[in-house]
């Protein structure tokens, strides 16, 4: 059983940083890929980025009115079976429940239905 559990949220001012942890039990991440998602009040969940099992690869939600790219990075760190996302210049629209996800493939996850395993999410709220 693949148990996720974030951590790292909290409240900030807009144009401050947060860095969300998460970490994973049940089997080493080494192999798979990982990414993380969001969802705020009333919307459905989006894709905030992603990393390959190796590291090498990331990619970042991109699309205008939400871009992160530039804004977060991804990481990860599989000896201690963890990934990361390290967010600066937060904005108020940032506001959301972010989740971590895995699956059983090693391909790059960038739609929530490529995920087979999630976390039980973590807070992160930007004040203006």
């Known amino acids: 059983q693949v148990h996720l559990v974030e951590s790292g949220g909290g409240l900030v001012q807009a144009g401050g940083s947060l860095r969300l942890s998460c970490t994973t039990s049940?089997?080493?991440?080494?192999?798979?890929?990982m990414a993380w998602f969001r969802q705020a009040p009333g919307k459905e969940r989006e894709f905030v980025a992603a990393?390959?099992?190796?590291?090498?690869?990331?990619?970042?939600?991109?699309d205008y009115a939400n871009a992160v790219k530039g804004r977060f990075t991804i990481s990860r760190d599989n000896a201690k079976n963890t990934v990361y996302l390290q967010m600066n210049s937060l904005k108020p629209e940032d506001t959301a429940v972010y989740y971590c996800?895995?699956?059983?493939?090693?391909?790059?996850?960038?739609?929530?239905?490529?995920?087979?395993?999630w976390g039980q999410g973590t807070q992160v709220t930007v004040s203006s």
């Open positions: 990393v390959s099992r190796n590291g090498v690869s990331t990619y970042y939600r991109t």
């Open positions: 049940g089997r080493p991440i080494s192999s798979y890929s």
């Open positions: 996800a895995t699956s059983e493939s090693s391909l790059l996850i960038t739609r929530s239905s490529q995920a087979d395993y």
